[in-house]
């Protein structure tokens, strides 16, 4: 995933709200889906870090299974960025039963299109979400 500041944003010290990472939680790529991690004691799982200010058109990199949040936004503007997140060619939405947990309602608007045509359990394959590069199996056809 790649999320950049469109507008300088305070450490969360100075009232900001900028992003804090669950270090080494990529490993558990599948924990929020299959465990209650609100009733659970992560507090000794990961060491968690933020990293201070950002400045307008800084970029920050994390793997899409990294555990990761903000605080609230205290400040009198909008806290504006934009992410994009990438998946491998072929990938798989998960199936709708069989787990506790689903995408976050905030970002409804970045997937509600495509998941309603490609379905659950469907291959992430849509007009909206364009391949980067092909898998090394599509590249020998």
Known sequence: TVWIVLHDLPSQVNG???LSF???SHVD???PYWSDIESSDLSNRYNVESYGEYKAGDVAFHHGWCLHSSPGNTLNETRWAYSVAFVADGAKILEEEGHIRYPDDEDSQSYQEWLSEVGWGGTADHPLLPIVYKSEAELQE
């Open 16 to 18: 900001g709200s900028s």
């Open 22 to 24: 669950a270090s080494k």
């Open 29 to 31: 790529f599948a924990l």
